[in-house]
Structures are given as structure tokens and as C-alpha cells.
Nanobody, 121 residues
Framework: QVQLVESGGGLVQPGGSLRLVCTASGSIFSINAMGWYRQAPGKPRELVAAVTSDRSTNYADSVKGRFTISRDNAKNTVYLEMNSLKPEDTAVYYC???????????????WGQGTQVTVSS
């Protein structure tokens, strides 16, 4: 089985910073893209940032210049550095990976359970 586990969420004041970490474990053959999504109450889940295996990145307009996504391929880990946090960044943040195992003929999406980020004074 493949699992994605997130950490690093919590409560932070506006203007503060957090660093989210997600590590994929299990019998993983390869990982293509990894990304972070978030979902606020009553709103659909949205892409925050994504990074491909060659480290190309994509960001939502609302976080450009404030968030940075990166990955460590050797550790099957993706990071999200969040700076200058705003109350509107409050949401559950989910890690996602497009990956393959040796038994799969094509890649599949896997999700973490989510970590709460709350930005409040």
C-alpha cells in the first residue's frame, strides 16, 4: 500500500510562516507530479502548488510570491514553504501525488489525509 503523510500545519498569526511536509511511503516505483491542494469550509478543493519530477512548478495566483513548493526525489517528499500568511489561507491542506508502483500499468493519484492551517491573531 502507498500512503502520503502530511505534517507542519498549525496555528499562525497573519504575516507568519509555516512549512508543510508530505512524505510518500510504500512500494513506490516512481512519482511524476506532487502537489498541495487546500479546501476551506463550503468551498471546493483547489490547487495551491504543484511540482513535476523535473522540478517544474505551478502556483495558484493567490499564493504566487508567498509560497514555494519543492521536492526531494530521494525521500519521496514534497514541501510547501508558506510565508506572509493571510487569514484567507486558512484551510485544510492536502498532499497529492501522481505515482506508480511496480504492479500498476499506469500512474494513479493518491491523497494524504490533510493538515489544518489556521491563520488568525
Amino acid at each position: 500500500q502507498v500512503q502520503l503523510v502530511e505534517s507542519g500545519g498549525g496555528l499562525v498569526q497573519p504575516g507568519g510562516s509555516l512549512r508543510l511536509v508530505c512524505t510518500a511511503s510504500g512500494s513506490i516505483f516512481s512519482i511524476n507530479a506532487m502537489g498541495w491542494y487546500r479546501q476551506a469550509p463550503g468551498k471546493p478543493r483547489e490547487l495551491v502548488a504543484a511540482v513535476t519530477s523535473d522540478r517544474s512548478t505551478n502556483y495558484a495566483d493567490s499564493v504566487k510570491g508567498r509560497f514555494t513548493i519543492s521536492r526531494d526525489n530521494a525521500k519521496n517528499t514534497v514541501y510547501l514553504e508558506m510565508n506572509s500568511l493571510k487569514p484567507e489561507d486558512t484551510a485544510v491542506y492536502y498532499c497529492n501525488a501522481d505515482l506508480k508502483t511496480a504492479a500498476w500499468s499506469k500512474s494513479r493519484f493518491r491523497w494524504g489525509q490533510g493538515t489544518q492551517v489556521t491563520v488568525s491573531s
